[in-house]
């Protein structure tokens, strides 16, 4: 299924099975592609099987990449159908843990608000941005709704602005305000009998909705691949033929940051970089019934990485570590305008 799938066209149940399949094809991918299978099964209602996907996790012995978004997302599906108590020991857990990634404390504290527990919402939403952004000159993108979610709460709570929120609205991009959107009193609008309010109200609603669709409905990314400098040398042994594609690595990541560059200048969005394996691209010429010396697997073998879910963004954002594995900043290695 793509991202951009009416949620009416779609089989839930059905998409889950899908996902879990594709999981047992690609065990390095199994956790992002079983967080999407839980995450079709809550859709369908079918919530007892997405907490035993995300304990099939939790328990599994392989690493998990993001373990407190697991569990974060386990106390909000548990809370819904009625385990309150475990959720919550769960939720505290998280917090305790203060998770680096802004997905788990945003999970959390949504499920605490939407279970009209705002004072403890507001302390979480709270602790995470000041864990997260404390000395941050300008908050990375996924961290806004941490700010939109403080925001939010606090207008519900009836609390006056303080710097998180005149922060909020200014990463706020919607031409409507944050503090229209957030009024409390717009759920009562939706009951009224005036019909310029309820178009008022309609208004509103349409320009959040655009918001979460942009955010929720992106295609896969045009994807570049990338090698690390110890997996192209070990391609390049295995493979000499491939040299004529990779001389050099410092040639190839060189090539990568140009080819992006052009890819943006012509219009093209949604921009991403890969990192390829050895033994996922022999995997996957394996699969193609085809030899790992076929050059023209290579953008085939990006382009499967990325519908996996293995793209990351490209540019990073501002002050981010540079795509390449330098351990430098991008602005500082190959986001310099002579790159």
């Keep these: ?120 919402a507001h302390e979480t939403f709270t602790e995470a941005v000041h864990h997260l952004l404390t000395g941050v000159a300008e908050p990375p993108q996924p961290t806004h709704p941490l700010l939109f979610g403080r925001h939010r709460v606090r207008r519900m709570l009836g609390e006056s602005h303080d710097e998180w929120d005149a922060l909020a609205d200014t990463v706020h991009s919607l031409p409507i305000t944050l503090d229209e959107l957030h009024d409390p009193k717009r759920v009562w609008s939706l009951g009224s009998e005036n019909p310029a309010e309820l178009e008022a109200e309609i208004l509103r609603l349409r320009a959040e909705l655009g918001a979460y669709r942009e ?50 200048s012509s219009g093209t969005p949604n921009l991403g970089i890969v990192t390829g394996t050895v033994p996922s691209y022999e995997a996957f010429a394996a699969s193609e019934l085809s030899s790992p010396t076929d050059a023209t697997l290579l953008p085939q073998y990006a382009t499967t990485l990325a519908a996996r879910g293995r793209a990351v963004a490209w540019p990073p954002q501002q002050g981010a570590g540079c795509w390449c594995g330098s351990g430098r900043s991008y602005g500082e290695c190959h986001g310099t305008t002579t790159a």
């Design 1 to 120: 299924m793509r991202p951009d799938t009416p949620a009416e066209n779609v089989d839930h149940t059905a998409e889950a099975a899908r996902l879990e399949r594709t999981a047992g094809l690609y065990p390095e991918d199994a956790e992002a592609l079983l967080l999407r299978a839980a995450a079709h099964l809550e859709l369908s209602g079918d919530r007892p099987t997405a907490s035993a996907l995300y304990d099939r996790l939790l328990s599994s012995t392989a690493d998990l990449d993001n373990p407190h978004l697991v569990r974060a997302l386990k106390a909000s599906n548990l809370w819904e159908y009625g385990h309150e108590a475990e959720a919550r020991a769960i939720i505290e857990g998280v917090r305790a843990a203060s998770p680096q990634d802004p997905a788990p404390w945003v999970i959390v504290a949504e499920s605490l608000e939407s279970h009209d527990e705002l004072e403890a």
């Design 215 to 264: 955010a929720l409905s992106r295609p896969f990314p045009v994807a570049i691949l990338h090698w690390p400098a110890t997996e192209l040398t070990e391609l390049l042994e295995a493979y000499p033929t491939l040299e004529s594609e990779y001389p050099t690595h410092e040639t190839h990541l060189a090539t990568i940051e140009s080819a992006l560059r052009e890819l943006a």
